[in-house]
């Protein structure tokens, strides 16, 4: 027997944060570290199959997907026989017009978004690539480490190559496997496909289409997200749901070393080792109006004003009341577990790694467990020391982060607990968890995070409130605490309203060359956020500090072109963060300020000031974030900067 298979076996729930340990493990442990990538490793695919014309399903597709990458675009669709492929560097509007002036039909296609980390995007290095006889082409996610050695073989053996791609490898290998062998069909288009995936060093999403197989899209999975999505009668193939939600809610989050042949009917899943596969149907929580724009002007905006709306989704069903704590079930930890933990390491990058700071204030305040938080990025190659007491959580809005996700197998591979938090249901951090908390945030867009972030806060809130009840703090403290975070939607909807107030303080800094945001104790990350807010949107340098901190180097950048923007609501610290204005001030700085509702006095000494309503000092984040977010943005729109995908940067990077 080749291998045992699963049709679409019956429904179930999402596989997120279960409990049992990964069979795969070992095996993604195994793969080597990936140095120098190539070719497109956080770019969207999608494929279909079925009777509806597949072009357009496939373009609109990918402009639901390309925010994770936008520097060029391509499909490929088989009709009359005949495979027909269109690629352009650039917006997927480029390649929109270029199928207008070149039309291409079939109701068979595959297509891709891609962005690229080395070797500039052109034409020729856009997806789909052929393979040496021009019947296969493929889509790829991911780097293939060793194509180069791959390449040196082919070229010896008389194949020569239209681009730089590493993925153009991928494509000819399979192309020599298939013609090697006696089928041609699917099965000799699969087998193909396995034994050129054998070769390859490396992780990948692919998609491949073949014109001997006019019923049938290949895809496998290593590294690289993919999912299948089961229509009537069609079938789409896609690296995120947001994609093919529109057309269906039954979906299948494939495992590494999956092999998939998807046909209109029906579709298989085999396994790399021909092993057993394992498939489960999830059902989307979402529809596709959630990852609409609606009346917006920008997703950035849209998901800035949702987050009275988010936080109330993180916490909604997580408290236990009578207990005057959280109930976070999905952690799957016992009460004594929990009671056991000494210390908490939080990893993540970008955002998340802010979230996760603010969630150290949070936790040691609250819960007095002491927490560190390290990028992932740098906690994958350390060898930190970590009982067996360390509770690890790995942070993330997509689930896909590369170094997130190695964060989280390292402390998995030494046998320590590796918890997730997590926004994307069904994403790979997700899944290998061993338990976690959901953000239920809904699909976050705009590649600059913003309701994710309040999100994460939320969720680390209610960890800190959970690890802090079954410690020293009283019932009346913990209903405290949770009657604060409840207050904090209706507090979030106040601070929008300033929203046109935002926009004037924006136009009256806009040309400004440097900022420094600046706040004490929690809202030091908000400081660091609203810097990388600023920055990754408007391309405006801006740094972020402890106010104090700043005399020790940033002050030296203070003059009446640079101005400040300080977090300094009516905290315990207030008066000292007063004094740093006062030293800014001092060398004619100009100053924003964000400060508690009913502080008359700072709008003497500030030169703007936004208001945020009062809260308990730990839970200020989730309120002094949002003016940040909301300047940011507008400053970036009055540049006229692309606010919603900003240059070089993408949502999902799946490399490290
Ligand atoms: C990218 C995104 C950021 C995000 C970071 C971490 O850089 O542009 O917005 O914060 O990745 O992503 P994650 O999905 O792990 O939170």
Known sequence: MRQKVVIGISPGKPTFFCS????????????????????????GIVAYIGKRPAVPLLVEGLRRLEYRGYDSAGLSTLGNGRLHTRK???RVDAL????????????????????????????????????????????????????????????KEGHSFASDTDTEVLAHLIGKHYAEGKLKDERGLLDAARAALRQVVGTYGIAALSSDCPGVIVGARRGSPLVVGIGQGEHFLSSDVNAIVAHTRDVVYLNDYD?????????????????????????????????????FPHYMLKEIFEQ???IQNAMRGRFNRNESSAALGGLNLTSTELRNVDRIIMTACGTSWHAALVGEYLIEEIARVPCEVEYASEFRYRNPPIDKNTLLFAITQSGETADTLAAL??????????????????????????GGVYLHAGPEVGVASTKAFTAQVTVLALIALLLGRLRHLSAMQGSRFIQELESIPDKITRILKQHDAIREIAAKYKDARDFLFLGRQCNYPVALEGALKLKEISYIHAEGYPAAEMKHGPIALVDEKTPSVFICPQDAIY???????????????????????????????ADDVIHVPKTIDALYPLLTNIPLQLLAYHIAVQLGRDVDKPRNLAKSVTVE
């Open 259 to 295: 092999l998939v042949a998807v046909r209109a009917d029906d579709f298989r899943v085999e396994r790399l080792d021909e092993g057993e596969a394992r498939v489960e149907i999830s059902k989307v929580a979402h529809d596709a109006g959630a990852a609409e724009k609606g009346d």
């Open 88 to 90: 352009r560097v650039g």
């Open 575 to 605: 008066e000292k963060t007063m004094s740093n204005l006062e030293e800014v001030r001092a060398r004619k700085g100009r100053v924003i300020a964000i400060a508690t509702e009913g502080d008359t006095a700072i709008s003497r000494k």
């Open 20 to 43: 049992a340990p990964c069979f795969l493990q070992l095996k993604f442990l195994l793969l080597p570290v990936i140095k120098n990538p190539y070719d497109s490793p956080m770019c």
């Open 409 to 434: 197998r390292e402390a998995k591979r030494k046998g320590h607990k590796a918890l997730g938090i997590c926004n994307v249901v069904g994403s790979t951090i997700a899944r290998e968890s061993d």
């Open 96 to 155: 929109a017009t270029l199928i207008r002036e070149q039309p291409i039909d079939g109701s068979i296609g595959i297509s891709h978004t891609r962005w690229a980390t080395h070797g500039a995007p052109s034409d020729a290095n856009s997806h789909p690539h052929a393979d040496a006889s021009g019947k296969i082409t493929v889509v790829h996610n991911g780097v293939i480490e060793n194509y180069q050695a791959l390449k040196d073989a082919l070229v």
């Open 308 to 310: 009275p709306q988010t």
